[in-house]
């Protein structure tokens, strides 16, 4: 009897792009492995999405930082997905050149989108063939997140690897009814909600929740922001000028993505108002049952009552009724979301170094030494 052969796995391949458009162009692929990676257990979330990374392509790579689009095929499907910057900046004071993900501080969450750990596998192959980086630092990556398999990659070809640790990112779970919102809340705190709600009713004005549809016109939503981004910049952040209105580019991201993801039926736009003004702000996205909570904002005249808190409540018995199962605050973790939760993500860089002399000294430099040295003169 002849013995049947065996199927072999197709061949990983890999490609580089460098040209913005090929994320558009890549987006329905993108979309198809974005989704089986979040039904597998993976990262999820609108900073995964094509139009998300157009956005910040064209925000990011620009001066001296250019796109490295790196995409991993097999049998005709895009299997991986691995945004990327090229720049070249100081590492704990070193210059060195610099593959950084496509993200930044306000990108909240990023990840290698991969199917397997061979398609993982497949791009550090190609990237270690590349000489022209000395580290490769992947931002604020949950846990057991898709690059993962890629530093598992790296470690089996050699390299040194690090993470540092990063934000702490709250979440709370919701039920499927407000009634039991009200258990899940403890009684001191619902109690505090609503004393509050009652004395900024009586002292100020009527207190009501306004929801901006996604399908909005868009010179509605756009006032929206302005008003919102207002309101962010009215407290400590507009001090310390880490604001979005502090910064005409920034402004413009954000209001990119609003129209991005509002076209998608994504965005949450919600306000507080009191005596029938804004007062208090929510820029956030709805993507499969999950609130993303990205930048809230109030006025800080009002402080006292908690509007921040009495909107947060608002929204929740908002979204509870329309399905959503999850309040994800993102950010790093703070005092008044852990009044709502004890729940949390850990975040962290993650950091992969050429296998050169200079990568091996820049990793000694960057993980041992340089803290050793910090401490002493702390000392």
Known sequence: MIERARELPAAVTVEELNDRAAISALAPEWERLRSEVARAGGSAGPFLAPAWFAVYAASLATGGRRLKLLVAHRAGHVVAILPLL??????????????????????????????????????????AADRTWDVLELRDALKSAGVDKLIAAAEYAGHATAQWPAMVSPFLPLPSTVEALEQQLSAKFRSNLRRRAKKLNAEVGPVALERIPSDAPRAVIDRALEDGFRLEAAGWKGDQGTAIACDPALTARYAQLARTFAAQGKLALYFLTVAGERKAFHYAMIEEG???????????????????????????????????????????DMPWKREWTDQARPHAWRYVFSRGPFGRALHAWKFRLAPRLKTLLQR
């Open 86 to 127: 090229v720049e070249k900046r100081r590492i704990a004071g070193v210059p060195a050149r610099v593959l950084r993900s496509l993200s930044d501080d306000h990108s909240q969450r990023f990840d290698l989108l991969c199917s397997d750990g061979e398609a993982a596998r497949a791009l550090f192959v190609h990237l």
């Open 290 to 332: 999950i609130y993303y909570l990205f930048k809230p904002g109030y006025d800080p005249a009002l402080a006292s009552y908690g509007p921040g808190h009495l909107l947060v409540d608002a929204v929740i018995r908002d979204l509870i009724p329309r399905g959503v199962r999850e309040l994800d605050f993102l950010g790093d």
